[in-house]
């Protein structure tokens, strides 16, 4: 035991010896070959064989004591962990191939990451002569990787079909060398194809579209990849006459236009256009949150005017539901957050910024003036409600990540710790944007034991924020631009409000767009829509181009550009799959169904049911009749609400509200008395229906146009005229629960539930 | 800019009387339809026999006193060593409170980490780092940032039978809402029971019918919606509509048919052995608890009891102690009887322990900084005990001992590899167990 602690001991004394001596005296011995430079060399082969990657030694305690900077972010730190920490046993200049560092890399000493490299590869050569020529440490002397270069950018391919990546990277000192052995590289999406690790691209499926994230050292890129579907030369002369006829005589602002092309691309033929029934249910609900009446669906089908589908969007958007239903969108990224301790106080502040923002809609108020009246809120809530986003948003962390996710579609969380592992930001950016934000001041108000509620929003005479790492002081700074040019009574929000909605800005139109067109369209342009990065790259760029264009045009009117995306094709599709866009999920050939809204689902059944939602509140808060999507804060205590999805607004994502389904949303379904006492009501639809004289037959027709905005086919009508007639020795006092019995199986089938 | 807002004038629609139409109209077309799938296929097909053990977790809520309880200090002066005398055990040289004669009689089934501790001394906080084995909120930020072990379990392992909840909190899950999924899904949150076991009336909320509605009526349902729950699910290719499907079935089947109904019914108990468990909320908890696992949840836990003592500690002990003691010491020899004991890990912890010395209030305050936890089955040995605290109580003076380090003995039990991950909101993958190892005395 002695012996062998000497041993461990004499040979690091050695090592540190040889490491003095090595530096000082073999340099000009190896003066022949180029010198390897940790930065630039070491860094990416740790990253390319995932040594530093989250799940390796990348995480923050490391791996058996043995522990690398993320992804390579900080070289310095990782050249610590390798060469002096673990009493410098790692390295071993004097033998290097005895290093454990290359021992356990080639798995010669067992190695729970496994054989990382072979002892012929290129990483194992330069890792070898690194250490052999005396462990060279990153210097500020390193040329700095500036960027990287590749080809192809986009490429498409037929299935079965490859292609080689190749990357370049350039540096500041002017040079540039081939990098693509040393890239990582990955699919956005699976299944589509697959990328080996020296960059070889090889499609595996029949089609659709994607890209290939590129990645070497802290600089990212991306290609997209498109994959035709496989047609017939007849099918294809076939899907060449719907496309060119769909492509002639359309003037949606080039909408369409980037739509047919992206269909034209991967050889996909779009489903047919949705019926009339179909598309009043779905732009009473997508526009209003509410189901079309009876009524109002007959009288559009019968409308004979061509353009019925333009006059329902208009007359939809000048409802009141239209403003209470997207304010329930925007009180979900602008965090109107009710719970906490002391709900009664903060009630006011929430129904405040509510009716704020429902107002703002209904006056339809430019987008930019919109948020420009957030970010630069000063006041109290009573003269000024968008203060009351400041009650949520309170922290650095906050106000950074509200900003960057609600406002320029930006998930910049990553790059609080360390720089971002799939974007261009780093710390820097972080804390130069909460600059913005280090003047807010706050006070009077009423603290309880979570948040105050009711605080007074001013901007104080200074306050600063410091990079964490180099403690410099970070003038305020918008997203990926240089610093503001501020004097000291300019309140730096006021510049970044500027920046932001300035007609230039390359995120905040198109953050606003992709989310509109998410809402409509059941997915983002850019997926998920809070989530834009260049490793995630819009599926169309041509179509978010052409909104953005118009938004901005157009002074950022939000009722302009929901009228410009309701008239799209793809507004207007049918939910039919055919072969050629059954897999497709990110070209809009077909309209993707999708679950409405806890709110939004709860006032439907309310209205079906026409029996109201009683809503728990202080008194007159919330009087019978009150709608889900009139209520301003997530802590109105309603199981339905939270087991649909309703998001608990802590965060500025819209990923918050979900639609995941769960057994919880079965028994509430089932059996809650949510439901149930809705259906027994002695006043509602059911009991209406259950005593009036109309025959059966009639009686659930009404019941399919009322629930499902159609007519019940005749199969559906036959089983549905059979059960709520019961046999002839059916108690008249059990009719009643027969009608219950049908609709509440409608209630609870797909059809009612989802938008499609 | 100072907008002053005023109610809107246009209010949306309210609730109206519908016009009535009698007409019906060839519009649309019905949806062609596949047959809903067979009911449960799906989900049986999926049903995991990666791990047949599952947990039952009694959670001292407030914070159970380690020292009148599995640590005692009868050599302390009276302020620091509580009123309870120590008694022996199954186990030569482990002693326990005198309010614990079940459990001393079967320690050889029990064992203790004595050395438990973290950071924190305020119940939210305290209550994530237990529940999750991560400081998260804070008093200004006190949402739940972490996925419960409890919703961990059920992500990873699911239900040991397919249709049983995976993961079940009797009455309910926590007040501070530490019990639940997170990221991870509110798939994975806890069904909570939402009745207390021990009542003449206890029957389960949702599961139980609501007034008015009977079985034959249930059914007539089942079949309506088989009929008209026709939409094609091929056209939602983010399986919301089969999951839906697989949702609504499992509910009705949940509500129809007999095995969960059974589950939950704890009539069918033979009353001597109900007596065993003890009347009250602790024992039936403790027996529905061992029902549901048996028929196939994975995890209870049974939020039962409200430990903060800070005044008057005796009374409330008295309360509490016996119960929960019963409710244990049965729980272990009914699954011991029925084999079932190595197949299942029993913990009993709470967010903290509380104050080595008395207050002036006759109670003990909050106390983190060394607290005792108790774990037995599911192969975990019987009999020990790990760490120890400091002669008169406070710090570790042996093998401190982390929330995660707990957790990660129990994940280790349960199946679950250490080396999982799953990701949250940001895409970011997280550790199940962090810097977490298992306690390896007791396996």
Same mark, same amino acid.
């Given at each position: 035991?002695?012996?062998?602690?000497?041993n461990i001991r004499m040979s690091f004394l050695l090592a540190t010896?040889?490491v /003095?001596?090595?530096?000082?005296?073999?340099?000009?011995?190896?003066?022949?070959?180029?010198?390897?430079?940790?930065?630039?060399?070491?860094?990416?082969?740790?990253? @390319?064989?995932?040594?530093?990657?989250?799940?390796?030694?990348?995480?923050?305690?490391?791996?058996?004591g043995f522990?690398?900077?993320?992804?390579?972010?900080?070289?310095?730190?990782?050249?610590?962990?390798i060469v002096l920490q673990a009493k410098g046993r790692r390295v071993f200049?004097? &033998?290097?191939?005895k290093s454990l560092l290359?021992r356990k890399?080639?798995?010669?000493t067992?190695?729970?990451?496994?054989?990382?490299?072979?002892?012929?590869?290129?990483?194992?050569?330069?890792?070898?002569?690194?250490?052999?020529?005396? %462990?060279?440490?990153?210097?500020?002397?390193?040329?700095?990787?500036?960027?990287?270069?590749?080809?192809?950018?986009?490429?498409?391919?037929?299935?079965?079909?490859?292609?080689?990546?190749?990357?370049?990277?350039?540096?500041?000192?002017?040079?540039?060398?081939?990098?693509?052995?040393?890239?990582?590289?990955?699919?956005?999406?699976?299944?589509?194809?697959?990328?080996?690790?020296?960059?070889?691209?090889?499609?595996?499926?029949?089609?659709?579209?994607?890209?290939?994230?590129?990645?070497?050292?802290?600089?990212?890129?991306?290609?997209?990849?498109?994959?035709?579907? @496989?047609?017939?030369?007849?099918?294809?002369?076939?899907?060449?006459?719907?496309?060119?006829?769909?492509?002639?005589?359309?003037?949606?602002?080039?909408?369409?236009?980037?739509?047919?092309?992206?269909?034209?691309?991967?050889?996909?033929?779009?489903?047919?256009?949705?019926?009339?029934?179909?598309?009043?249910?779905?732009?009473?609900?997508?526009?209003?949150? !509410?189901?079309? !009446?009876?009524?109002?669906?007959?009288?559009?089908?019968?409308?004979?005017?061509?353009?019925?589908?333009?006059?329902?969007?208009?007359? /939809?958007?000048?409802?009141?539901?239209?403003?209470?239903?997207?304010?329930?969108?925007?009180?979900?990224?602008?965090?109107? =957050?009710?719970?906490?301790?002391?709900?009664?106080?903060?009630?006011?502040?929430?129904?405040?910024?509510?009716?704020?923002?429902?107002?703002?809609?209904?006056?339809? @108020?430019?987008?930019?003036?919109?948020?420009?009246?957030?970010?630069?809120?000063?006041?109290?809530?009573?003269?000024?409600?968008?203060?009351?986003?400041?009650?949520?948003?309170? !922290?650095?962390?906050?106000?950074?990540?509200?900003?960057?996710?609600?406002?320029?579609?930006?998930?910049?969380?990553?790059?609080?710790?360390?720089?971002?592992?799939?974007?261009?930001?780093?710390?820097?950016?972080?804390?130069?944007?909460?600059?913005?934000?280090? =003047?807010?001041?706050?006070?009077?108000?009423?603290?309880?034991?979570?948040?105050?509620?009711?605080?007074?929003?001013?901007?104080?005479?200074?306050?600063?924020?410091?990079?964490?790492?180099?403690?410099?002081?970070?003038?305020?700074?918008?997203?990926?631009?240089?610093?503001?040019?501020?004097?000291?009574? &300019?309140?730096?929000?006021?510049? /970044?409000?500027?920046?932001? !909605?300035?007609?230039?800005?390359?995120?905040?139109?198109?953050?606003?767009?992709?989310?509109?067109?998410?809402?409509?369209?059941?997915?983002?342009?850019?997926?998920?829509?809070?989530?834009?990065?260049?490793?995630?790259?819009?599926?169309?760029?041509?179509?978010?181009?052409?909104?953005?264009?118009?938004?901005?045009?157009?002074?950022?009117?939000? @009722?302009?550009?929901?009228?410009?995306?309701?008239?799209?094709?793809?507004?207007?599709?049918?939910?039919?799959?055919?072969?050629?866009?059954?897999?497709?999920?990110?070209?809009?050939?077909?309209?993707?169904?999708?679950?409405?809204?806890?709110?939004?689902?709860?006032?439907?059944?309310?209205?079906?049911?026409?029996?109201?939602?009683?809503?728990?509140?202080?008194?007159?808060?919330?009087?019978?009749?009150?709608?889900?999507?009139?209520?301003?804060?997530?802590?109105? &205590?309603?199981?339905?609400?939270?087991?649909?999805?309703?998001?608990?607004?802590?965060?500025?994502?819209?990923?918050?509200?979900?639609?995941?389904?769960?057994?919880?949303?079965?028994?509430? /379904?089932?059996?809650?008395?949510?439901?149930?006492?809705? %259906?027994?009501?002695?006043?509602?639809?059911?009991?209406?229906?259950?005593?009036?004289?109309?025959?059966?037959?009639?009686?659930?027709?009404?019941?399919?146009?009322?629930?499902?905005?159609?007519?019940?086919?005749? &199969?559906?009508?036959?089983?549905?005229?059979?059960?709520?007639?019961?046999?002839?020795?059916?108690?008249?006092?059990?009719?009643?629960?027969?009608?219950?019995?049908?609709?509440?199986?409608? %209630?609870?089938?797909?059809?009612?539930?989802?938008?499609? | 800019?100072?907008?002053?807002?005023?109610?809107?004038?246009?209010?949306?629609?309210?609730?109206?009387?519908?016009?009535?139409?009698?007409?019906?109209?060839?519009?649309?077309?019905?949806?062609?339809?596949?047959?809903?799938?067979?009911?449960?296929?799906?989900?049986?097909?999926?049903?995991?026999?990666?791990?047949?053990?599952?947990?039952?977790?009694?959670?001292?809520?407030?914070?159970?006193?380690?020292?009148?309880?599995?640590?005692?200090?009868?050599?302390?002066?009276?302020?620091?060593?509580?009123?309870?005398?120590?008694?022996?055990?199954?186990?030569?040289?482990?002693?326990?409170?005198?309010?614990?004669?079940?459990?001393?009689?079967?320690?050889?089934?029990?064992?203790?980490?004595?050395?438990?501790?973290?950071?924190?001394?305020?119940?939210?906080?305290?209550?994530?780092?237990?529940?999750?084995?991560?400081?998260?909120?804070?008093?200004?930020?006190?949402?739940?940032?972490?996925?419960?072990?409890?919703?961990?379990?059920?992500?990873?392992?699911?239900?040991?039978?397919?249709?049983?909840?995976?993961?079940?909190?009797?009455?309910?899950?926590?007040?501070?809402?530490?019990?639940?999924?997170?990221?991870?899904?509110?798939?994975?949150?806890?069904?909570?029971?939402?009745?207390?076991?021990?009542?003449?009336?206890?029957?389960?909320?949702?599961?139980?019918?609501?007034?008015?509605?009977?079985?034959?009526?249930?059914?007539?349902?089942?079949?309506?919606?088989?009929?008209?729950?026709?939409?094609?699910?091929?056209?939602?290719?983010?399986?919301?509509?089969?999951?839906?499907?697989?949702?609504?079935?499992?509910?009705?089947?949940?509500?129809?048919?007999?095995?969960?109904?059974?589950?939950?019914?704890?009539?069918?108990?033979?009353?001597?052995?109900?007596?065993?468990?003890?009347?009250?909320?602790?024992?039936?908890?403790?027996?529905?608890?061992?029902?549901?696992?048996?028929?196939?949840?994975?995890?209870?836990?049974?939020?039962?009891?409200?430990?903060?003592?800070?005044?008057?500690?005796?009374?409330?002990?008295?309360?509490?102690?016996?119960?929960?003691?019963?409710?244990?010491?049965?729980?272990?020899?009914?699954?011991?009887?029925?084999?079932?004991?190595?197949?299942?890990?029993?913990?009993?912890?709470?967010?903290?322990?509380?104050?080595?010395?008395?207050?002036?209030?006759?109670?003990?305050?909050?106390?983190?900084?060394?607290?005792?936890?108790?774990?037995?089955?599911?192969?975990?040995?019987?009999?020990?005990?790990?760490?120890?605290?400091?002669?008169?109580?406070?710090?570790?003076?042996?093998?401190?001992?982390?929330?995660?380090?707990?957790?990660?003995?129990?994940?280790?039990?349960?199946?679950?590899?250490?080396?999982?991950?799953?990701?949250?909101?940001?895409?970011?993958?997280?550790?199940?167990?962090?810097?977490?190892?298992?306690?390896?005395?007791?396996?």
């Open positions: 035991m002695c012996n062998l602690l000497l010896a040889l /003095l001596s090595i530096n000082v005296c073999l340099c000009n011995s190896l003066i022949a070959e180029p010198r390897v430079s940790f930065t630039n060399d070491i860094m990416p082969i740790l990253s @390319k064989s995932s040594c530093d990657s989250g799940g390796c030694h990348g995480k923050a305690n490391g791996q058996n522990r690398l900077s993320l992804f390579g972010g900080d070289p310095l730190d990782s050249y610590r962990s200049p004097a &033998a290097a191939e290359l890399a080639t798995g010669a067992a190695h729970g990451g496994g054989r990382r490299m072979s002892e012929t590869s290129e990483s194992y050569q330069t890792l070898k002569l690194w250490i052999e020529q005396g %462990l060279a440490r990153p210097s500020d002397q390193d040329a700095v990787l500036e960027r990287i270069q590749w080809s192809p950018r986009q490429v498409v391919l037929a299935p079965d079909a490859q292609q080689k990546i190749s990357v370049r990277a350039f540096y500041s000192d002017g040079s540039s060398r081939d990098v693509t052995s040393m890239a990582l590289f990955s699919m956005s999406v699976d299944g589509l194809a697959q990328v080996t690790t020296d960059g070889l691209l090889r499609v595996v499926s029949e089609g659709g579209l994607g890209s290939v994230t590129i990645k070497y050292g802290e600089q990212t890129g991306s290609m997209q990849l498109l994959v035709p579907y @496989k047609q017939s030369a007849e099918q294809l002369r076939e899907l060449q006459g719907i496309l060119s006829s769909l492509k002639t005589g359309n003037s949606n602002n080039g909408v369409n236009e980037a739509l047919v092309n992206q269909w034209q691309r991967l050889q996909i033929e779009p489903a047919k256009v949705c019926d009339d029934p179909t598309f009043i249910r779905r732009a009473s609900i997508d526009i209003c949150g !509410t189901l079309p !009446t009876a009524s109002e669906v007959l009288a559009f089908v019968s409308d004979s005017d061509v353009n019925k589908r333009e006059r329902l969007v208009d007359r /939809l958007l000048e409802q009141p539901e239209y403003a209470s239903h997207f304010a329930i969108k925007w009180a979900d990224i602008l965090q109107n =957050r009710g719970r906490g301790y002391s709900t009664s106080k903060q009630r006011t502040g929430t129904t405040l910024f509510y009716n704020w923002i429902r107002d703002s809609l209904l006056d339809n @108020k430019p987008y930019d003036q919109f948020v420009s009246e957030i970010l630069t809120a000063t006041g109290s809530q009573e003269i000024n409600p968008p203060t009351v986003w400041y009650r949520s948003v309170r !922290t650095m962390p906050n106000y950074v990540e509200s900003v960057a996710q609600a406002f320029l579609g930006v998930r910049i969380q990553c790059a609080q710790c360390h720089h971002h592992p799939t974007a261009k930001w780093s710390q820097a950016d972080y804390f130069g944007l909460a600059a913005n934000f280090a =003047r807010v001041g706050r006070k009077g108000g009423f603290a309880d034991a979570e948040v105050p509620t009711g605080e007074t929003i001013y901007l104080l005479d200074h306050g600063e924020i410091r990079h964490p790492k180099t403690q410099q002081v970070l003038p305020p700074k918008p997203l990926g631009d240089p610093p503001f040019e501020l004097d000291a009574f &300019a309140d730096p929000r006021v510049a /970044l409000a500027g920046w932001m !909605t300035g007609s230039d800005n390359e995120y905040f139109a198109d953050t606003l767009v992709n989310r509109l067109w998410a809402h409509f369209l059941g997915r983002g342009i850019i997926h998920p829509v809070d989530d834009r990065r260049d490793t995630n790259p819009p599926s169309n760029p041509e179509l978010l181009q052409a909104l953005s264009d118009s938004f901005v045009k157009n002074k950022y009117d939000l @009722k302009q550009l929901i009228r410009l995306i309701c008239g799209s094709y793809a507004y207007n599709l049918g939910t039919q799959i055919n072969p050629s866009n059954q897999k497709d999920q990110q070209t809009f050939s077909r309209f993707y169904p999708r679950r409405m809204s806890a709110e939004v689902l709860l006032d439907a059944v309310s209205l079906t049911l026409e029996v109201p939602t009683a809503f728990p509140g202080g008194p007159g808060e919330f009087p019978l009749g009150t709608r889900a999507i009139e209520l301003p804060d997530e802590n109105v &205590a309603i199981a339905f609400l939270d087991v649909f999805g309703r998001p608990a607004r802590f965060k500025a994502c819209e990923c918050e509200r979900i639609d995941t389904p769960t057994l919880a949303q079965g028994l509430e /379904l089932v059996n809650s008395n949510q439901i149930q006492s809705k %259906l027994s009501s002695q006043t509602g639809f059911t009991h209406r229906l259950a005593v009036n004289n109309r025959s059966p037959q009639e009686n659930c027709e009404l019941i399919f146009l009322t629930l499902y905005g159609r007519a019940g086919t005749a &199969a559906e009508l036959e089983v549905a005229v059979a059960h709520v007639s019961g046999s002839d020795a059916a108690d008249e006092s059990d009719k009643i629960e027969r009608y219950r019995n049908l609709i509440w199986a409608l %209630l609870a089938s797909n059809e009612f539930m989802f938008v499609q | 800019m100072l907008k002053i807002t005023k109610k809107l004038s246009g209010k949306s629609r309210r609730l109206s009387r519908r016009d009535f139409i009698a007409t019906g109209l060839e519009v649309g077309g019905g949806a062609l339809g596949l047959c809903l799938p067979s009911m449960l296929q799906a989900d049986e097909a999926n049903g995991n026999g990666a791990s047949g053990k599952s947990l039952i977790v009694f959670w001292t809520h407030g914070g159970m006193s380690q020292q009148d309880t599995y640590d005692m200090k009868p050599d302390a002066p009276s302020e620091y060593r509580g009123m309870y005398l120590p008694i022996g055990t199954s186990v030569p040289g482990i002693t326990v409170s005198e309010r614990f004669p079940e459990q001393a009689r079967i320690m050889h089934h029990l064992s203790q980490v004595r050395s438990v501790w973290h950071r924190n001394g305020i119940h939210a906080p305290s209550a994530h780092w237990m529940q999750t084995g991560y400081f998260g909120p804070t008093l200004a930020r006190n949402a739940a940032q972490m996925p419960s072990f409890g919703s961990v379990v059920a992500r990873a392992l699911g239900p040991r039978v397919p249709l049983m909840p995976a993961y079940v909190t009797v009455p309910k899950s926590e007040a501070f809402g530490y019990q639940g999924s997170v990221y991870l899904g509110k798939r994975f949150n806890p069904f909570e029971v939402g009745g207390d076991p021990n009542a003449e009336t206890f029957k389960v909320p949702n599961l139980a019918l609501p007034d008015g509605l009977t079985l034959e009526n249930v059914d007539a349902r089942k079949q309506l919606l088989r009929s008209f729950d026709r939409l094609r699910k091929d056209v939602d290719q983010n399986d919301v509509m089969q999951g839906l499907d697989t949702f609504k079935s499992q509910a009705l089947e949940m509500v129809t048919g007999d095995h969960v109904r059974r589950a939950f019914d704890l009539t069918g108990e033979d009353d001597k052995l109900r007596d065993r468990y003890g009347r009250h909320q602790y024992g039936q908890s403790a027996l529905l608890a061992r029902r549901l696992i048996q028929a196939g949840t994975r995890i209870v836990t049974i939020n039962t009891g409200y430990w903060d003592h800070h005044n008057d500690i005796e009374p409330g002990l008295e309360e509490h102690l016996p119960p929960l003691d019963k409710a244990i010491a049965a729980l272990v020899e009914d699954l011991s009887n029925q084999g079932m004991l190595d197949d299942v890990v029993i913990y009993c912890a709470g967010e903290f322990g509380r104050t080595p010395l008395m207050n002036g209030h006759a109670g003990r305050d909050h106390w983190s900084k060394c607290f005792t936890v108790m774990l037995a089955g599911g192969g975990i040995q019987g009999g020990r005990v790990v760490g120890a605290s400091e002669k008169w109580g406070g710090g570790v003076k042996e093998r401190p001992t982390t929330p995660l380090d707990i957790i990660a003995t129990i994940y280790h039990q349960l199946g679950i590899p250490l080396g999982t991950h799953f990701e949250d909101k940001t895409g970011r993958p997280q550790s199940i167990v962090g810097s977490g190892k298992p306690v390896r005395e007791l396996l």
